[in-house]
């Protein structure tokens, strides 16, 4: 039996529900919980597992009575403290703590981790300017749009400082993420009941499409100057180059990007040549199939996702959280469907067991009516145009997946890239 026939057996018999893009088996969860009543640590892991290690090092190195004193000032002097001794709540990179204050106000602190105590093995994206992004993201959203977005009180981005390291504090949100909901109460490919997984996507597909009415001249990350009190584009976080004028320029500055991650993951392995074939084909395949676009450049939030959603029990969005991820990118790079919603778009002619293509095809009508939605939206929030939204599914977009898979997990899929830009090769070939 495989992993996808176990999931759903498992979930037959009542004991969990599959998650449909991964094919992790979770425990159910009391539908009446949410928000920090979820918040597990370092749990997920063993005792003995490196992160569990590092991420209680650093919980221990942080001088929490110092951040304590910070929000109460923030305050005029109203006390607060921390909830539990030791209850926290973990991402990729970094570590969340609930702060309630003697009136009823609830604050989080969001700190960032240490290179060692994150997913990242070499220096990427998530050590390059994010936190600065992430500030700038969420006073641009906040002051300028409806998107639900925390509110920001007080941050420090210099790890040195007396707290122990870079931190937000910020208005806690009272929710969980609409992933882990899914997943602990739902059934599969669904996001509550089929009423709720309709409304979900909605305003899924509103909040992508408003990101998009907002364009610079320029492609690069969001920043803000507080001397200034203006925000502006500069250096993308994930190559640390730009901004740049043309998408072209853009491409090449990401393929050479993902080329010296490979070598810094792979140095001197013979055996793992392959993988540094693809950003190079791919980058091709972008200019034959791609638009040399000159600008306006739409904002695109990267990470946008169930993950990255803050849902009630009825899958109510009640708030968006990590920001690092935007910048004004090229059209394909926003259009692209959000992540861990079961609206993957697979890789070109390349899967070929009888599970996953009868995913794909139950998956089809999805992706038609979120592009609809998109469409839709992004049309109301500039005045009649949906350009972006039009290239949802476009062989571009695809292209520009295969290239974030790249920088992401190559290994499993290498022999499916492979396949699909040959296919994408062959095709404009015998066109």
Known sequence: MNTSDQALKLYEEGLAPPDFDTGTIWPRRDHGELGSDLWTGADDWGTDDKFYIEAHKFFNAVDWQALALIATDCRDGIQCSWVGTDKFSMGQTYMVRRLDFVDGVRWVARLRLPQEATFCSIETEYSRGAFEIEVASMKFFKSKSTIPVPELFAYDRDPSNRVGAAYMLMEYIHGTSAYDLRIANSEPSLFGTPEQDERFRQQMAKI??????????????????????????????????????????????????????????????????????????????????????????????????????????????????????????????????????????????????????????????????????????????????????????????????????????????????????IEMLREYAEA
Request: hydrophobic share 35%; glycine share 8%.
């Open 208 to 421: 992508q499409a408003q990101v998009l009415a907002f364009r610079f001249p320029k492609i690069g990350s969001l920043y803000y100057d507080e001397d200034t009190e203006n925000f502006f584009i500069g250096p993308d976080m994930v190559t640390g180059k730009g901004p740049w004028e043309s998408s072209a320029d853009y491409y090449r500055d990401f393929t050479n990007s993902l080329l010296k991650d490979m070598a810094a993951r792979y140095p001197g392995d013979a055996e793992k040549t392959s993988p540094f074939y693809y950003p190079v084909l791919l980058n091709h395949l972008m200019g034959i199939y791609g638009k040399n676009s000159k600008g306006p450049y739409s904002l695109v939030n990267r990470d946008f996702g169930s993950h990255n959603v803050l849902v009630d029990n009825d899958f109510n969005i009640i708030s968006v959280i990590d920001f690092d991820g935007v910048f004004a990118a090229p059209p394909e790079v926003g259009a692209q469907y959000p992540v861990f919603t079961g609206m993957h778009v697979d890789l070109f002619k390349a899967e070929k067991s009888p599970f996953t293509l009868e995913r794909i095809e139950q998956t089809k009508p999805k992706l038609i009516k979120y592009r609809e939605l998109m469409m839709k939206y992004e049309a109301e929030y500039t005045d009649g145009n949906a350009a972006v939204s039009d290239l949802l599914g476009s062989r571009a977009a695809f292209i520009y997946q295969c290239i974030d898979d790249c920088s992401k997990s190559v290994g499993t899929k290498d022999e499916k890239l492979r396949a699909s830009a």
